[in-house]
């Protein structure tokens, strides 16, 4: 099992639709999980941390199931701009405290 | 932005020659990083530095030679790469390591083309 696994789409979603990512993590003993913004040849912009409780930020909502092991993000009324890729971030909960990189999800919205 | 900024943007490199990437955080941070961003593949990180001392080196190959003078700038030391070393090269700095994980800031990215 891949320590972070995403689903890398693309997903293509029109213009005002809700769009869900999940994020896998292989690691029960991770603590600290990030979903990151990617537009195309840019770099890497956190978009917000997710916390045990869930988090919301306008439109953008994530939540973590520590039994299942997965983080999700939930895009409410999709924008153009919201098209990136977007990157799910764990640490590796090791003493050498690193974070482990997902492969992303590419969004694609659509007028 | 100018938070962390990357020079070049763009390297077009032979397998015998040697460069130079180099980083300058504007963030008063104390923790800077080496990633590695190759097609269809996740960020690699390369190198981690704490307050100027190296505190990670996630087993990349000598053909890369970190160096980190002060915590504001990080240079990246190219010799004899071979064309699997074609990728993104990201920069990033944080207030430091250790402790909780801090949000990370980019910068754009030196493009590298080995040929």
């Known amino acids: 099992r891949k320590e972070v696994e995403q689903d890398p789409g693309p997903f293509n979603v029109p213009e005002g639709a809700t769009v869900a990512f999940n994020c896998t993590y292989s690691?029960?003993?991770?603590?600290?999980f990030f979903w990151y913004r990617q537009d195309c040849r840019k770099e890497p912009k956190l978009l917000m941390s997710?916390?045990?409780?869930?988090n919301e930020d306008g439109r953008f909502t994530a939540q973590l199931n520590r039994a299942s092991q997965y983080i999700s993000l939930l895009i409410r009324d999709s924008k153009l701009s919201d098209s990136a890729t977007y990157l799910c971030?764990?640490?590796?909960?090791?003493?050498?405290?690193?974070?482990?990189w997902g492969l992303g999800t590419s969004l694609a919205v659509n007028p | 932005e100018t938070g962390v900024t990357q020079t070049p943007r763009h390297l077009v490199m032979g397998m015998t020659n040697k460069k130079s990437l180099k980083c300058e955080q504007h963030?008063?941070?104390?923790?800077m990083y080496w990633y590695k961003q190759s097609a269809k593949k996740p960020l690699e990180l390369m190198f981690v530095?704490?307050?100027?001392?190296?505190?990670e080196n996630n087993s990349v190959p000598s053909r890369f030679s970190p160096e980190c003078p002060n915590s504001s700038h990080l240079f990246l030391h190219l010799h004899t790469l071979q064309p699997e070393d074609s990728a993104l090269y990201l920069c990033?700095?944080?207030?430091?390591?250790?402790?909780?994980?801090?949000?990370?800031?980019f910068g754009p990215g030196t493009r590298l083309l080995v040929l």
């Open positions: 997710v916390y045990s409780s869930g």
């Open positions: 971030v764990v640490d590796n909960a090791g003493n050498n405290r690193k974070l482990i």
């Open positions: 530095y704490n307050f100027k001392e190296q505190t």
């Open positions: 963030l008063g941070h104390n923790a």
């Open positions: 690691n029960s003993a991770s603590q600290s």
């Open positions: 990033a700095s944080s207030q430091r390591t250790g402790g909780s994980y801090e949000t990370q800031y």
